[in-house]
T-cell receptor
Framework: DGGITQSPKYLFRKEGQNVTLSCEQN?????MYWYRQDPGQGLRLIYY???????QKGDIAEGYSVSREKKESFPLTVTSAQKNPTAFYLC?????????????FGPGTRLTVL | DQQVKQNSPSLSVQEGRISILNCDYTNSMFDYFLWYKKYPAEGPTFLISISSIKDKNEDGRFTVFLNKSAKHLSLHIVPSQPGDSAVYFCAASAGDYKLSFGAGTTVTVRA
């Protein structure tokens, strides 16, 4: 089945530790995105990538880093510089970049920093 | 600065009746609007969209209406079914890479 997988579903980390969230897609999509969802707020864009080896900051990139070495994979690292990392993280992909293309979402990873 | 607002956090409706979800936006550059549906512990899934050149788009039980002058759109679900119980997000695009999302409305369909 084609789709987007995110792992793990739940993640717990101690304050001050970096943590990497996985996102893999087998839809052959060029563009991939990372969003963060907090209670009572909409999804906010962290980073996006339109092609391999290229990515751009979204609205709330501070304290996060990404890489796009393969078309299928777009991992997100939450660094210790992120002031409030506890949130629900969603990865998405679309055929091409540009928001006229429907974005397909993964199931999300809930990160809790203790 | 939230450019897309869903002012009703929740909506409860009787099965078989109409659900109306509202969304307001402030950015006049938005020209494409989408609705996503999200179940607990799952990612959002695309439901329906509308371009600013239209004022209505229909897909089965789901209809989206756009009022550009009021910067307002609404999603109508008729008739509402128990499986429609979910969180609905309104999103808007100005044609660049970014979608701006509202905070979501939780719909509960009562039997």
């Amino acid at each position: 089945d084609g789709g987007i997988t995110q792992s793990p579903k739940y993640l717990f980390r101690k304050e001050g530790q970096n943590v990497t969230l996985s996102c893999e897609q087998n839809l052959n999509h060029d563009a991939m995105y990372w969003y963060r969802q907090d209670p009572g707020q909409g999804l906010r864009l962290i980073y996006y990538s339109q092609i391999v080896n290229d990515f751009q900051k979204g609205d709330i990139a501070e304290g996060y880093s990404v890489s796009r070495e393969k078309k299928e994979s777009f991992p997100l690292t939450v660094t210790s510089a992120q002031k409030n990392p506890t949130a629900f993280y969603l990865c998405a992909s679309s055929i091409a970049g540009g928001s006229y293309n429907e974005q397909f979402f993964g199931p999300g990873t809930r990160l809790t920093v203790l | 600065d939230q450019q897309v607002k869903q002012n009703s956090p929740s909506l409860s409706v009787q099965e078989g009746r109409i659900s109306i979800l509202n969304c307001d936006y402030t950015n006049s550059m938005f020209d494409y609007f989408l609705w996503y549906k999200k179940y607990p512990a799952e990612g959002p899934t695309f439901l329906i969209s509308i371009s600013s050149i239209k004022d209505k788009n229909e897909d089965g039980r789901f209809t989206v209406f756009l009022n550009k002058s009021a910067k307002h759109l609404s999603l109508h679900i008729v008739p509402s079914q128990p499986g429609d119980s979910a969180v609905y997000f309104c999103a808007a695009s100005a044609g660049d890479y970014k979608l701006s999302f509202g905070a979501g409305t939780t719909v509960t369909v009562r039997a």
